[in-house]
């Protein structure tokens, strides 16, 4: 692999660290008072008055409140929160049971519209699942192996029925209907274990996401009788055509259990009593209007593909359209051994609505200022390596001390380049609570960059929840939570190198010098 090569392939770190943390409740990361100097909860205390967000994020980081089954008990049935936006884009709701035989049995319910009210077609997915080891790409997560013994699909309307038959019998000729007329609400097979064809591939479909699984619990607002459950499955593929040939290294929206969910959740009660003939509708929203201003956090841990957890602060200044972004990055899944954290500010264009997406809102954002804090010494050491005018002050990097690097146009050791332009897709919605939500777009599964219009996303990272409706004083309390990270992480003693954070330096260390 070629240097260049290499540049290509890593600038997806930096727009994971910059764009794509839009918008989540996660500054802090997960601490605990009894190994660190200081806990969480005084240093938090020391924020700002004027700085809103510091009450939402010292509840995220209470990593106590998390329980990770390992390896994960999946049997019961479970549904989506709400209805999830799929690469092309895809409308869609889930219902997966899993059964203590490891059969499962699941449907994919799929819809016109991008609140899921207008049902189109089902697929029941049938087949048989075993868990493995605890992945060794993605830490914390589960991989599984699944064979699939039969694949139907029912038409909830006369106008789909007749578009899919025709579709399929393309690449399925002779094969799908058997020369019957496809009508409404009747199951037709797609592929079982005595058809000599896989009609499903003309759907770009693949339940590739059962290799990758984690499961959570957690007791919301510190009630032992509200005990939610969620079902994190494997990431799709951007790219539909490449699903089925795309192994999972991130997750997609959580799944929550129907037995365990949080009572809020009005679509899991909706979803749950659904079936192939009977498709949930959810209820009927109104679009939003995208209103960038104000600030952004990340509600839990989150993962990226190339093994990056991280979380994610962003203020928007909507009077000059500027904005500032503080990315957060982790060695391990619940975001408590910080490796390095970025912060990014630029401009950004007015919106525009996407003819693509239904209900989403299309953004150019630029970068052209950033400054870089090494968390831990296997970062600096990764620094201090590049030489000259690549990455800050040559051979100057400290843990804990952070860096503009700006001047020398970014930073190679991070794959990141000044100025930077990304194209960018948002929606809002208001969740059970009435809080605002903000969606940026899904980074490119192949690693890259949205830095052009044809490369703009077509679904949606997990969602940021506004904390603050104003950006006042946005750079002070910025300044003031990324100390408190570092005292609460230890970052200002006692050093630790984690495996998962060493492990990725060193692969990107042979990269670099061994191509």
């Known amino acids: 692999m070629s240097f260049s090569a290499f540049l290509g392939t890593h600038v997806s770190l930096f727009l994971i660290i910059i764009i794509n943390g839009i918008g989540e409740c996660t500054l802090l990361h997960y601490a605990d008072s009894r190994s660190n100097p200081l806990s969480l909860e005084k240093n938090v205390g020391r924020l700002p008055k004027d700085f809103q967000c510091h009450h939402m994020l010292k509840h995220l980081h209470n990593g106590a409140r998390i329980t990770v089954q390992m390896p994960p008990n999946i049997e019961g049935h479970w549904v989506s929160t709400s209805c999830e936006v799929r690469p092309g884009p895809e409308f869609i709701t889930r219902l997966y049971k899993f059964y203590n035989n490891h059969t499962f049995k699941a449907y994919q319910f799929y819809y016109k519209d991008n609140h899921c009210t207008t049902p189109t077609y089902t697929l029941v997915i049938r087949g048989k699942l075993r868990l493995r080891q605890a992945s060794w790409i993605i830490r914390g997560g589960t991989e599984a192996d699944y064979q699939l013994h039969r694949i139907q699909i029912i038409c909830h309307s006369e106008l789909v029925?007749?578009?899919?038959?025709?579709?399929?019998?393309r690449s399925c000729r002779g094969v799908v209907g058997g020369g019957v007329s496809w009508e409404p609400n009747v199951s037709f097979d797609l592929w079982n274990e005595d058809m000599g064809c896989d009609c499903s591939r003309a759907l770009n479909f693949a339940m590739h996401e059962l290799q990758l699984m984690r499961v959570e619990k957690q007791y919301l607002h510190h009630n032992l009788d509200h005990l939610v459950e969620e079902l994190f499955l494997g990431d799709i593929h951007t790219?539909?055509?490449?699903?089925m040939y795309y192994r999972p290294?991130?997750?997609?929206?959580?799944?929550?259990?129907?037995?365990?969910?949080?009572?809020?959740?009005?679509?899991?009660?909706?979803?749950?009593?659904?079936?192939?003939?009977?498709?949930?509708?959810?209820?009927?929203?109104?679009d939003l209007t995208i209103g960038l201003h104000g600030q952004w956090v990340s509600q839990r841990c989150e993962v990226r593909p190339e093994v990056l957890f991280?979380?994610?602060?962003?203020?928007?200044?909507?009077?000059?359209?500027?904005?500032e972004g503080n990315y957060y990055h982790y060695s391990d899944p619940i975001c408590k051994h910080p490796t390095f954290t970025i912060y990014a500010k630029g401009r950004y264009s007015r919106g525009v609505h996407s003819n693509k997406v239904m209900g989403g809102t299309e953004f150019v954002f630029k970068v052209n200022h950033m400054r870089v804090t090494p968390m831990d010494v296997a970062t600096a050491s990764l620094l201090n390596v590049f030489n000259g005018n690549e990455c800050g002050q040559e051979?100057?990097?400290?843990?804990?001390?952070?860096?503009?690097?700006?001047?020398?146009?970014?930073?190679v050791a991070l794959g990141i380049r000044l100025p930077h332009t990304e194209y960018e897709l948002f929606r809002m919605e208001k969740d059970?609570?009435?809080?605002?939500?903000?969606?940026?777009?899904?980074?490119?599964?192949?690693?890259?960059?949205?830095?052009?219009?044809?490369?703009?996303?077509?679904?949606?990272?997990t969602?940021?929840?506004?904390?603050?409706?104003?950006?006042?004083?946005?750079?002070?309390?910025?300044?003031?939570?990324?100390?408190?990270?570092?005292?609460?992480?230890?970052?200002?003693?006692?050093?630790?190198?984690?495996?998962?954070?060493?492990?990725?330096?060193?692969?990107?260390?042979?990269?670099?010098?061994?191509?």
């Open 395 to 411: 051979g100057s990097w400290q843990v804990g001390a952070e860096q503009d690097v700006t001047h020398t146009n970014g930073c």
């Open 463 to 515: 969602p940021l929840c506004q904390c603050s409706s104003t950006s006042q004083g946005s750079e002070r309390s910025s300044y003031e939570i990324d100390r408190a990270h570092r005292i609460n992480s230890g970052s200002d003693t006692n050093c630790h190198i984690h495996w998962g954070t060493l492990s990725v330096l060193t692969m990107v260390y042979l990269l670099l010098f061994l191509s």
């Open 432 to 461: 059970a609570r009435g809080r605002y939500l903000l969606y940026n777009g899904q980074r490119p599964s192949d690693g890259s960059s949205p830095d052009r219009p044809e490369k703009r996303a077509t679904s949606f990272q």
């Open 249 to 286: 290294s991130s997750y997609q929206a959580a799944l929550q259990n129907a037995k365990n969910h949080d009572h809020t959740c009005i679509a899991c009660r909706i979803i749950y009593r659904s079936d192939e003939h009977h498709p949930p509708i959810l209820p009927p929203k109104a």
């Open 161 to 169: 029925a007749k578009e899919m038959s025709q579709r399929l019998n």
């Open 239 to 243: 790219e539909p055509a490449q699903r």
């Open 310 to 323: 991280l979380t994610r602060h962003f203020v928007f200044h909507d009077k000059n359209n500027t904005w």
